[in-house]
Each structure stands twice: as C-alpha cells, then as structure tokens.
C-alpha cells in the first residue's frame, strides 16, 4: 500500500526538492511548487501541493493510524469524517435511486 505523506518544502532547485525534516523529494509532477509550500507526496514524489489546512488533516489521520495500530485510541484523528453521516458521490447516488425506480 502507498500512503501519501504531507512534507513542507523547505528548498527548491529545479525538480528536486528537501522537506524541513531533510526528505529529498521529487517535484517533477509538481513543477510550480515553491519553499514554504506543502505537498502530498508517494514514495519520494510530490504529486499536489496542498493547503496547511490539509496537510494538518492528513498528518493526524497518519498519527490516528499509528495509534491503532499500535493498540491505541484515534480518537479525533477524523475530525473531518466524525459527527457526520456519509454520503455517496453523486454519480452512486444516482445510480441507486434510479435502482430504487426500476427495481
């Protein structure tokens, strides 16, 4: 399984890049990505820059993960996803109700 991990970029020389916690990390898909700015990255290569907003949501389900997997509580680790009921993508939802007319 690939998992996407939110880096902040502390340089920028051409495609290459080095998170603040010294990552190298391949900025090829990511050419307008500058210092200072977060990405989401695979494996060593960014593949979005992303808000601070997301990457703080994505860094604390990373860490709900961990404490799961380590026999631990997540809770607020999905703030996002918690308290909330949820939904299918428009294209599903279309899908069952016309299953509902026909079925």
């Known amino acids: 399984m690939c998992m996407g991990i939110p880096m902040r970029l502390a340089q920028v020389d051409g495609i290459a890049g080095q998170s603040e916690g010294g990552d ?9 990505a500058q210092a200072g700015d977060w990405v989401l990255t695979f494996l ?23 404490a799961v997997m380590a026999g631990g509580d997540a809770s607020g ?9 949820p ?11 016309a299953g509902r007319k026909t079925g």
């Open 87 to 97: 939904a299918l993508p428009s294209h599903l939802q279309a899908a069952l109700a």
């Open 24 to 32: 190298l990390i391949d900025l090829s898909l990511t050419a307008d």
């Open 77 to 85: 680790a999905f703030a996002d996803l918690e308290g909330r009921t």
């Open 44 to 66: 060593g290569t960014a593949h979005e820059v992303i808000d601070a907003d997301r990457a703080a949501r994505i860094a604390a389900a990373l860490q709900g993960l961990r």
